[in-house]
């Protein structure tokens, strides 16, 4: 029954946070938003108190039944797992918990989130990896097919999403590679990965030692027949002594199952100690995460696009638009500043998912490594919009209402003559003028032309001028940011 439960509950929380990042709640006006915000790290970045607490009084009782349940990472893992159990059978075995590994790791994602190092954290947030592998790799196929279904009903075969397959090289390479290693861990080992890199089952593990209802030996019972350590994939079992490690339990029920003889128990304690042990202690093949403490090493090739050419009605090819040099990034209105962005951002995706005009994409630096940043190739920030502050689950960018957002300086246009059509083909434009939403840009003659000044005191950063230049490749006119955000 535990098994069963537990099977359901993680089937509808992995489909609701995947519809999330595929962006179907927005398109179905679905309130979904909450499977982002009840996820422990991000919880914990945003000071959910309500929602740590909640989990933390969920462990206690229960163990890490978060980890089988909740986290969608953990829930894609068991899938595979699953699938190497009709390979391997009775595959696992009882393996002694690798500790320096564990508290070293997690000590180091500590102190670099609190240094907001973001390479680090990014990389082992357990909730943002499951979210790159959606955003990269399945997002743009499920784009595809929506617009093809969409194109049938029109005759008008247009994939606008494979411009945009890979939004960034380095994440797609990312994704790719974190899927594969997890894939590969999980159809072998199981929750070898949670056990020993994960830095939240690590944090859980401390309280899950303590739960009131765990996985329970009835030695009476117990016929010695092995097939509930054979098949515990957190390889946490030792039926020769009757024990289990519940820090590294993951409560996902397969022993209970498996046990043909009624002698396991999801319980509350019956007084008698001698039935459990927290920490076993019996030596056992130590060697088979030893390989796991390198995972982190493996060298990445990189994947190469196809770029597709757009055509204007089949005579001259139209250029590309690409982003300038900026000096300094430009970071979502809400986030208020680079710092707090470094220091609350894991790099999940989500707002990059969820910016419906293709503004948000992440970054390749070294200091905001896969964190999200604005530019304006593809789109501009429209003012009404402010679906990026609503999804963020970690507090990174706050949210704010449209109206707020017509007051958040994000960073301000310059003007670039040498790229400007009046000045370079002597036609005359005007274009950002036009479009510019707060009239931050007005037209002024220069050497016999008119050409764009910009008031930096109205402009907001939106980008709709970068965006509209028709100047190609470079635009005329584009957004520099600024590190900490000026709100009038």
């Given at each position: ?235 946490a079992i030792d039926f020769q002594n009757g024990t289990v490690d519940y820090s590294r339990c993951v409560v996902c029920g397969d022993c209970l199952d498996k046990c043909k003889f009624d002698a396991l128990h999801f319980s509350l304690p019956k007084g008698k100690k001698s039935e459990t ?12 995460r030893t390989f796991l403490a390198t995972a982190g090493m493996l060298t990445a090739t990189a994947a190469m696009a196809q770029t597709k050419m757009k055509v204007d009605g089949g005579l001259a090819v139209i250029e590309d638009k690409q982003s300038p040099e900026r000096k300094t990034r ?159």
């Amino acid at each position: 029954m535990l098994r069963k439960t537990r099977i359901a509950l993680a089937a509808v929380m992995i489909t609701l946070v995947t519809l999330l990042f595929l962006g179907v709640s927005w398109k179905l006006n679905l309130w979904i938003n909450w499977v982002a915000k009840i996820q422990f790290l991000p919880a914990v970045l945003a000071l959910n108190i309500v929602v740590v607490a909640a989990l933390l009084i969920l462990t206690l009782l229960f163990g890490r039944i978060y980890c089988s349940v909740i986290c969608p990472l953990g829930v894609m893992q068991d899938f595979f797992s699953w699938i190497g159990g009709k390979i391997w059978k009775n595959r696992f075995h009882r393996t002694k918990e690798r500790k320096w590994v564990r508290y070293s790791l997690l000590g180091v994602f500590v102190v670099c989130l609190i240094i907001g190092f973001a390479p680090v954290t990014t990389l082992l947030a357990p909730y943002s990896a499951y979210g790159r592998i959606i955003n990269s790799l399945f997002r743009p196929l499920y784009d595809m097919l929506v617009n093809a279904l969409a194109s049938m009903e029109t005759d008008t075969y247009y994939f606008s999403e494979v411009e945009i397959w890979m939004r960034s090289v380095t994440t797609f390479v990312v994704a790719i590679i974190t899927l594969i290693i997890l894939a590969l861990i999980a159809l072998r080992h199981g929750r070898a990965y949670c056990n020993t890199i994960c830095p939240v089952g690590t944090a859980l593990s401390f309280l899950s030692r303590f739960s009131f209802f765990k996985i329970r030996f009835n030695k009476d019972k117990c016929k010695s027949c092995g097939l509930c350590e054979k098949n515990c994939k957190a390889s946490a079992i030792d039926f020769q002594n009757g024990t289990v490690d519940y820090s590294r339990c993951v409560v996902c029920g397969d022993c209970l199952d498996k046990c043909k003889f009624d002698a396991l128990h999801f319980s509350l304690p019956k007084g008698k100690k001698s039935e459990t042990a927290e920490r076993p202690s019996s030596p056992t093949d130590a060697g088979r995460r030893t390989f796991l403490a390198t995972a982190g090493m493996l060298t990445a090739t990189a994947a190469m696009a196809q770029t597709k050419m757009k055509v204007d009605g089949g005579l001259a090819v139209i250029e590309d638009k690409q982003s300038p040099e900026r000096k300094t990034r430009i970071t979502p209105p809400g986030s208020i500043s680079h710092s707090n962005m470094s220091r609350h951002c894991t790099a999940c995706q989500l707002c990059v998912s969820a910016c419906p005009n293709d503004v948000l994409r992440p970054a390749t630096g070294l200091g905001n490594f896969m964190q999200p940043e604005m530019s304006f190739e593809r789109g501009y920030c429209r003012p009404e919009c402010s679906r990026c502050s609503e999804v963020c689950p970690t507090g990174a960018i706050r949210k704010i209402t449209p109206a707020d957002k017509t007051a958040i300086h994000v960073g301000h246009a310059v003007w670039i003559g040498k790229n400007c059509l009046p000045l370079t083909d002597g036609v005359s434009c005007g274009n950002c003028a036009r479009h510019c939403p707060t009239g931050a840009i007005q037209m002024i003659e220069y050497e016999g032309v008119l050409v764009p000044a910009v008031d930096a005191n109205k402009c907001i950063g939106c980008g709709a001028c970068e965006n509209l230049c028709p100047a190609r490749p470079f635009s005329a006119i584009y957004v520099e940011g600024n590190e900490q955000h000026v709100i009038n």
